[in-house]
């Protein structure tokens, strides 16, 4: 198939067959999870067909106009990076809707969970394959309103919803600020194209010469490192665990927070090699690396800690990216990508054993649960090897780039020089000593030590095959990857790293390679992180005694300050701006407009129009007598319904004018919307008091009455000087729809011609408007009833 | 306002108006109307007979899910937007026709009628179903 077929289908088929998912739930019930990851396998499928297309580092591709006035289009660009995510996204994507077959309970609200999944995995095939940065914006967009609503799915948790919302404030800020990015790239380079950058060299030496350069990277970062929840951003991570625990694996350890990752590596040849690069993406990879792994060990929810562990490990291949300035570029770049594979193949088969935990011992919390080995042997196994690959045990997958990571942090130390030739491993073993120690703790909080006497149910055993297969697969991989390291690093990391470095790349990843400077910081690695194991309980007592003396020594506290302020303030602030009464919402428009009216014909000074000329016919006059006489009334009445009449007359009278003036349609739309109003006034008359009840006092009615005859002479004035006065005369825009409604759209009917083709997008807007006002009288009267 | 005159006027008037009404929405494109129009003279028929007869009296007899008519006009203007880019043309392209019927003569077709279809169902949906809510709230 074509290639640009086969993406195109692989994005969106997610996304139409998202909308089936309600009626498809109808026939076959429970069982719509399945077709869920029958989706999730085409779109593997697809993905899968083009690998052959990059395999030695080419990259195909091809677009659609879309706005081409700015340079938008849907365009797509595969290359061993986008198939790489490709993979893993859709094949994850597979296992993570199968297993859900097993973890949801058949009472939740099925369809709404597989539609938001199927949403976020279109959103995400979408990013990964996208060539205009606009494009990719839209879909990392819309990856953060789908994680959003998966994290609240249990919308009437508070802290799903405070999950969900920190989530979305932080993820879709930091796309904002990546746009801003991609506009100030595209104010150097004049495209939004990222290939038509990549490929040209002079480009990206303009790029690093110019004096915005720091002000793209740093604007791009923000968004990479909020989605990847590094550096300051961390915090929305370890909240988002409220989502159901499927979803955790899928978005927020395998893919979703691997955008950040993603974009870093993207927009890699086009940044990299500057000192601000390396110490942008590798000092926020370091403090992130070392601060979350140490954070890790006060957690005492299992997920928790999974989250920790996971902005640690994703801290490890951003500072492998930021590497690349001071060494052979390539090294880095390949360690970073195994790594990345490798990691979402550990961190998801781990949410996957937390899941089954959670599901079957019924809580997460690790001062409560222990001793399970014995009950579920096969979890206790697939757990282990989890832990130890992100431990970084041998022969497993995470020793490989782990070793990798050592590897490139000994040369980075060497290309600084002293005194980083020693800080930089050093600081790269610390950060692997954490994750030893509470790599360690996962498995002895859950499976090891005694079962603790009460708290736990009576009955505990391995869950059934629909759970446990897609935890074995992965721990399957994990062994697989790290006994024939070739199988994935011949046919994703190589085609991957080439496509990132724009030229080909090989790699010699072995178990055994020596007795090297990796192997013995490993080394020293598993000795301190035993060490630091036996301390474990008392480093998470001592963090948490002092996050109980100093609170404000948090990021949290700055949010949640910021959030509760923002809340009060706009509280006050729409207080403010709605009082209530309708009253005083008409005034301060009217004020407004006779602001804005007056000011222009008081600067022009010129004097108004000297001679009027008014052709009125004498039936005219009698119109307008009766048109006052009903304002008059519509004002002065004391009683509802006969103002109401003498308003509709009012009306009904204008329409009158306009068959005069010749304007059928205005006349006839005029009378008709009267009819309505008056008709909905009568309904609403029966309802409410007959009098009016405002008492008006005489300084009342003097402003009221000075507002009204302002806003009369403006319109006067306006009307007269539109028509006859001292506007200078310009070209009437009517002449160019008089000549073209029926040569262009075949219609005599300007007026119709004009709404429905001319200006048929605003009639789109205005018809969704209408639609929205009818759902929002909805909302208003139901939400009235409840709050009541 | 329930009286029998009334109630005869709006009983007479009703098919009448209905009728008008679709005319007006397939004169719209070359003499006054449209969908627009013709949408609120759906809706101010119906509304009076709702205020006439009394909301119950007429539901119990024809009670259409208002809602449902102004999601299908919604998605049909939508649809009738993007329909002209399969074909390769912009968002919104409109494409006009000429038919010769034996007999009837000529007739024009637009897409835009389409359009203004959808137009005219979302007019009367949200106006009615606005009408109704307020109608039933006690």
């Known amino acids: 198939m074509d290639p640009f077929i086969s993406v195109t289908l692989a994005v969106f088929l997610p996304f139409l067959l998202a909308l089936a998912v309600p009626a498809v739930e109808k026939l076959i019930k429970h069982r719509i999870g399945w077709f869920a990851s029958f989706i999730a396998l085409i779109s593997f499928l697809l993905v899968i067909s083009l690998v052959p297309l990059v395999i030695h580092g080419e990259h195909f591709q091809a677009s659609v106009e879309w706005i081409p006035s700015m340079g938008i289009e849907y365009s797509i660009y595969v290359d061993g990076l986008s198939i790489l995510f490709g993979i893993i996204i859709t094949g ?30 279109g959103s995400m095939l979408g990013m990964v394959f996208a060539a205009n940065t606009i494009m990719l914006f839209i879909f990392w967009e819309l990856t953060s309103i789908t994680s959003f609503m998966l994290i609240g799915y249990w919308r009437n948790k508070p802290e799903s919803v405070y999950g969900a919302t920190k989530s979305l404030l932080v993820t879709a800020a930091g796309g904002l600020f990546m746009l801003a990015g991609f506009i100030v790239l595209r104010s150097i380079t004049g495209t939004f ?60 350890s395998a893919t979703m927070v691997k955008a950040g990752i993603y974009l870093v590596a993207r927009v890699h040849p086009i940044f990299s090699g500057t000192e601000a690069w390396f110490i942008l993406v590798s000092g926020t990879g370091i403090i992130t690396m070392l601060v979350a792994g140490f954070l890790a060990f ?24 930021g590497y690349t300035t001071y060494q052979e570029p390539g090294i880095g770049v390949a360690a970073a990508t195994f790594h990345l594979l490798n990691h979402a193949t550990f961190k998801a088969c781990l949410f996957l054993v937390a899941g089954i935990v959670a599901h079957e011992a019924a809580t997460r919390d690790i001062t409560r649960l222990g001793g399970l080995r014995h009950e579920m042997p096969i979890t206790f196994i697939i757990a282990t090897i989890g832990a130890l690959s992100m431990a970084g045990v041998p022969p497993l997958n995470g020793f ?45 909080a ?10 736990l149910p009576s009955h505990i055993h391995d869950p059934s095959f629909v759970m446990i297969i897609p935890a074995a697969f992965l721990a399957g991989l994990i062994i697989l990857f790290g006994l024939v390291p070739s199988i994935a690093v011949q046919n994703l990391v190589e085609p991957t790293a080439s496509s990132i470095m724009m030229e080909a790349q090989h790699l010699h990843v072995k178990l055994w390679h020596g007795l090297t400077g990796s192997l013995v910081m490993t080394l020293i690695t598993f000795l301190l992180g035993i060490a630091v194991y036996t301390r474990y309980d008392s480093i998470a007592e001592w963090q948490n005694s002092f996050n109980r003396k100093y609170p404000f020594i948090s990021i949290n506290y700055i949010y949640d300050g910021l959030v509760n302020n923002a809340k009060g303030t706009l509280k006050r602030f729409s207080s403010f701006m709605q009082p209530g009464p309708v009253k005083g919402y008409v005034l301060a428009l009217l004020v407004l407009m006779i602001i804005l009216f007056a000011i222009p014909f008081l600067k022009l000074s010129t004097g108004f ?16 007598f009766f048109m006052i006489v009903a304002a008059v009334g519509a004002a002065v009445l004391p009683k509802y319904l006969p103002a109401v009449i003498s308003l509709s007359a009012l009306g009904y009278l204008v329409s009158l004018l306009f068959i005069y003036l010749s304007a059928p349609d205005l006349a006839l739309t005029q009378v008709l919307v009267e009819t309505l109003s008056t008709i909905i006034f009568l309904l609403a008359i029966v309802k409410i008091p007959q009098t009016f009840k405002e008492h008006i006092t005489p300084s009342l009615f003097t402003r009221d009455a000075l507002i009204a005859v302002s806003v009369a002479s403006v319109v006067f004035i306006l009307l007269v000087n539109a028509t006859q006065g001292i506007i200078p005369p310009f070209e009437s825009l009517s002449y ?30 205005e018809i969704s408007v209408m639609c929205l006002a009818a759902l929002g009288v909805y909302n208003l009267i139901h939400s009235r009833g409840e709050s009541e | 306002m329930t009286t029998v005159i009334t109630k005869m006027i709006t009983r007479i008037c009703l098919p009448l108006v209905v009728l008008f009404s679709i005319s007006l929405l397939l004169a719209g494109h070359n003499n006054p109307g449209g969908g627009f129009i013709g949408g609120v003279m759906f809706a101010s028929i119906i509304a009076l007979s709702y205020v006439v007869y009394g909301l119950e009296t007429i539901k119990s007899s024809f009670s259409p899910d208002w809602g449902k008519w102004f999601g299908f006009g919604l998605v049909l203007a939508a649809f009738t937007a993007f329909a002209a880019l399969p074909f390769g043309h912009n968002f919104f392209r409109s494409a006009v026709e000429f038919l010769h019927i034996p007999l009837i003569g000529e007739i024009e077709l637009v897409s835009a009628a389409l359009f203004d279809t959808g137009v005219y169902f979302v007019v009367i949906g949200s106006l009615l179903s606005i009408f109704q809510m307020v109608g039933e709230d006690k």
């Open chain 1, 92 to 121: 994850i994507g597979i296992i993570i809707m199968s297993y859900s077959n097993g973890y949801m309970g058949l009472k939740e609200d099925l369809p709404r969970y597989y539609q938001w999944l199927l949403l976020f995995m």
């Open chain 1, 193 to 252: 194209d990222i290939p038509a950058i990549l490929q040209n060299e002079t480009l990206i030496q303009t790029v690093q010469g110019h004096k915005l350069f720091l002000a793209a990277l740093i604007l791009i970062f923000i968004g990479a490192a909020s989605k990847s929840a590094q550096g300051p951003f961390y915090i929305w991570l370890p909240n988002a665990m409220e989502a159901p625990t499927p979803v955790s694996a899928f978005l927020h």
């Open chain 1, 298 to 321: 006060r957690q005492i929810d299992i997920k928790a800690l999974l989250a920790y562990s996971t902005i640690s490990q994703l801290a490890y291949i951003m500072t492998m990216y």
């Open chain 1, 400 to 444: 490989l780039s782990k070793e990798m990571f050592y590897e490139s942090s000994i040369e980075m130390g060497h290309a600084l020089g002293s005194p980083f030739t020693f800080i930089i491993p050093a600081l790269a073993v610390a950060g692997g000593v954490f994750t030893f120690a509470y790599s360690i703790k996962f498995i002895a």
């Open chain 1, 446 to 455: 859950i499976f090891l030590g005694k079962r603790p006497e009460k708290g």
């Open chain 1, 609 to 624: 129009i000297q001679t009027l000329n008014f052709n009125v016919e004498p039936y005219e006059f009698l119109v307008f």
């Open chain 1, 736 to 765: 160019y729809f008089i000549e073209k409604a029926w040569p262009l759209a075949g219609g005599h009917n300007i007026v119709n011609v004009i709404i429905v083709d001319f200006r048929g997008y605003d009639t789109l807007g």
